[in-house]
């Protein structure tokens, strides 16, 4: 009986010859298509190659910046203590507030300005908006970082002491960390993503947890203010690197010569600019920021934890606006409204289906990640189960924003986002001290809900392009 059903076994699959050679040229055919689709975007030489590229250059620069973001921060969770982790939370999230909005929006703007000077040949502005930006950004932050140290000066006795040295440490950062946004914006703008994207976002947590670890091998305490020590080093070697690889991909590509300065219209365009990322960076950090004044730095820590391993799909948003950005400007200056429609399409294609796979193996993996942290962190997975719907309809959406940005609509996104960030905010301060961390990520969910959906009816409205992963599936 033995050999009877092993022969019967091995002669299975020749009993359905027809269904055997189907499936091995169904798997021929897709196994051929995926070659050819990695071919195409490996040595392609149209634009649309390029654009694809760039994409999964941004994508894999941010997917490996996630994973070792979230291993130093297990690390320095671990090292440190929920309490201490939590105040060095607290205090790095001003770091991105203030260091985000110093550079009033420039950095944006240059993404917009220098691929539409160069369509023109205007070689002239192109140095002057890069040289003058990077110089206002610096300057402007120094600027912040000084009414920084006096506000807190005045205000030390409101604050909680153990967030005060910590605090001064960090406002070291704003200058060198606003300097870094505008070398992001520039390298962006000549799509080098490998320029712009792999210092701060790879070099830099990797100088943190290398200054971690040598401090901890020292015998240093492992506190926020060792911690805020590290981050200075990291935010400052990090972007003057990336400030000279810039600078000299720019002069071998844009020969030197006259700078010519048009500060009424960089202003004009930086400025509802500044107010989208304002609200960007209100509808990112809110939530932490005020989880911090309302409970305690070990809540913080968990809500962090939470919040931030979920947003790791929201990586695929941002790495592909930051790869097509440059792209929507050019097709919109040449004035080619189907390749930019098409494009569109592409790119919300791109954004949503990654990030629903993300999003599907982050909540499976959700319990032994949040563990690596410390068990008290398993009871942040409830904060990861809301924000999840708010993370996956913007990106439904594509990176709306972008487009918005680039296409002139600033002003109408630049309201939107101010909607949504004082609707942010009020959920907030009205939803947390009723549900806690659960009503953080509630309000949390809701405001990027409220921005996709307002995103869209702008785009649709304003510009006639359906920006919804909906409209892919229809044509």
Not at 210 to 229: D, H, N, V
Not at 302 to 312: G, I, N, R
């Amino acid at each position: 009986m033995a050999q009877s059903d092993n022969a019967t076994s091995h002669a299975e699959p020749l009993a359905h010859p027809g269904r055997f050679a189907a499936a091995m040229t169904l798997t021929f055919l897709i196994t051929n298509q995926a070659l050819s689709l990695a071919r195409s975007i490996l040595i392609g030489a149209d634009d649309r190659a390029r654009a694809q590229r760039n994409a999964v250059v941004a994508f894999g620069v941010r997917v490996t910046s996630a994973a070792l973001l979230y291993v130093t921060q297990v690390l320095l969770a671990r090292w440190m203590g929920a309490f201490e982790y939590g105040i060095y939370v607290f205090i790095w999230t001003w770091v991105l507030v203030l260091g985000g909005l110093s550079p009033i929006g420039l950095n944006l703007a240059v993404i917009r300005l220098v691929p539409e000077y160069l369509e023109r040949g205007d070689l002239e502005h192109v140095r002057g908006v890069t040289f003058g930006t990077n110089l206002a950004a610096f300057a402007i932050g120094t600027a912040v970082a000084l009414l920084g140290v006096a506000g807190l000066w005045v205000f030390e006795a409101y604050v909680a002491n153990y967030y005060v040295l910590p605090l001064y440490l960090a406002l070291i950062c704003i200058p060198i960390y606003a300097l870094g946004d505008m070398q992001d914006g520039v390298g962006r703008s000549r799509a080098w993503m490998s320029t712009a994207l792999v210092p701060p976002y790879i070099l830099r947590p990797l100088i943190v947890l290398g200054a971690m670890i040598g401090a901890r091998q020292l015998g240093f305490p492992m506190t926020a203010t060792t911690a805020a020590i590290a981050a200075i080093l990291a935010t400052w070697l990090a972007a003057l690197l990336q400030f000279t690889l810039v600078s000299l991909r720019m002069a071998k590509t844009v020969p030197a010569g006259p700078r010519s300065y048009d500060w009424r219209l960089w202003l004009t365009t930086s400025l509802p600019l500044f107010v989208i990322c304002a609200c960007e960076l209100a509808l990112q950090n809110a939530d932490v920021l005020i989880v911090s004044s309302l409970m305690s730095p070990h809540s913080v820590a968990v809500y962090f934890a939470a919040a931030k391993t979920m947003s790791l799909i929201m990586f695929v948003h941002y790495a592909v606006g930051s790869a097509v950005a440059n792209r929507f400007s050019a097709l919109n200056a040449r004035g080619d409204r189907n390749a930019l429609k098409a494009f569109v399409r592409d790119a919300v294609n791109w954004t949503f289906w990654p990030s629903l796979a993300a999003a599907i193996l982050i909540l499976l993996l959700g319990r032994p990640l949040l563990w690596l942290f410390g068990p008290d962190f398993l009871e942040g997975y409830p904060v990861m189960m809301i924000l999840v719907a708010g993370f996956l309809f913007r990106s439904a959406m594509g990176p709306s924003e972008f487009l918005l940005n680039m296409l002139g609509e600033q002003n109408a996104c630049a309201v939107v986002l101010v909607f949504t960030a004082v609707l942010n905010i009020v959920l907030n301060l009205a939803l947390i001290p009723v549900f806690g961390l659960n009503g953080a990520a509630l309000a949390t969910a809701l405001a990027l809900i409220a921005t996709a959906l307002l995103q869209y009816l702008v785009a649709r409205r304003r510009l006639g392009i359906d920006v919804a992963i909906w409209s892919s599936w229809r044509k």
